[in-house]
């Protein structure tokens, strides 16, 4: 089983990495976000590696950080999910926004992620919850609101539902939110959502 690659970053595409490694070039799946950050073509890099092992295919899934492929490692136990799924949820929720997603039952977040709805979201909160060690009982932070039905609400969470409510498509959405910068003031996030929407259109 290979854990982890360190060598020359040979190709980066916008979902796969070409990493050489004593003469060998091994082909690595990642998301976007792991393709910028491991480094720029001709560099040494090291990339955590998820072996996936199928009966009539091998596949290589790179993460830049360990939590990140604990994370996938934990995605791909829930019922199916698999590798283009999993990889396609860290592409959206890094593993500590996706930990606050799951301790705030945060369906609509789920469902910013291709190919998610609110039916498989809602079955994934409970299933990941466990995998992932979150409490299934936990009380909204101070400062924090409460949605109709008792669970806590972020600022993102906020944010995502005035969009929504404005008519912004998912894409849009689920764009404008990775930008945003950390913050608990719903009103100053939706303003800077909205500068940024009205820039991008």
């Given at each position: 089983?290979?854990?982890?690659?360190?060598?020359?970053?040979?190709?980066?595409?916008?979902?796969?990495?070409?990493?050489?490694?004593?003469?060998?070039?091994?082909?690595?799946?990642?998301?976007?976000?792991?393709?910028?950050?491991?480094?720029?073509?001709?560099?040494?890099?090291?990339?955590?590696?998820?072996?996936?092992?199928?009966?009539?295919?091998?596949?290589?899934?790179?993460?830049?950080?360990?939590?990140?492929?604990?994370?996938?490692?934990?995605?791909?136990?829930?019922?199916?999910?698999?590798?283009?799924?999993?990889?396609?949820?860290?592409?959206?929720?890094?593993?500590?926004?996706?930990?606050?997603?799951?301790?705030?039952?945060?369906?609509?977040?789920?469902?910013?992620?291709?190919?998610?709805?609110?039916?498989?979201?809602?079955?994934?909160?409970?299933?990941?919850?466990?995998?992932?060690?979150?409490?299934?009982?936990?009380?909204?932070?101070?400062?924090?609101?409460?949605?109709?039905?008792?669970?806590?609400?972020?600022?993102?969470?906020?944010?995502?539902?005035?969009?929504?409510?404005?008519?912004?498509?998912?894409?849009?959405?689920?764009?404008?939110?990775?930008?945003?910068?950390?913050?608990?003031?719903?009103?100053?996030?939706?303003?800077?959502a909205l500068t940024r929407l009205?820039?991008?259109?």
């Amino acid at each position: 089983m290979i854990g982890s690659l360190r060598g020359t970053l040979l190709d980066r595409g916008g979902e796969d990495l070409l990493v050489e490694v004593a003469g060998v070039g091994y082909q690595v799946n990642v998301s976007p976000t792991t393709a910028l950050a491991v480094g720029d073509v001709g560099d040494e890099v090291f990339v955590w590696v998820h072996h996936h092992i199928r009966e009539d295919h091998q596949s290589l899934y790179g993460f830049a950080t360990a939590e990140a492929r604990q994370c996938f490692t934990a995605l791909l136990g829930a019922h199916g999910v698999g590798p283009s799924l999993a990889l396609a949820i860290l592409s959206v929720h890094g593993p500590q926004d996706l930990a606050r997603v799951l301790a705030e039952d945060d369906v609509g977040a789920l469902c910013l992620v291709p190919g998610v709805g609110k039916k498989t979201a809602t079955r994934l909160l409970v299933e990941l919850k466990s995998r992932l060690d979150i409490p299934l009982d936990i009380g909204p932070a101070d400062g924090a609101s409460v949605g109709v039905n008792g669970a806590p609400s972020s600022a993102r969470a906020d944010v995502r539902e005035a969009l929504t409510g404005l008519g912004y498509g998912v894409d849009e959405i689920r764009d404008v939110l990775a930008d945003l910068p950390d913050g608990d003031d719903s009103g100053v996030l939706l303003k800077s959502a909205l500068t940024r929407l009205s820039v991008s259109r």
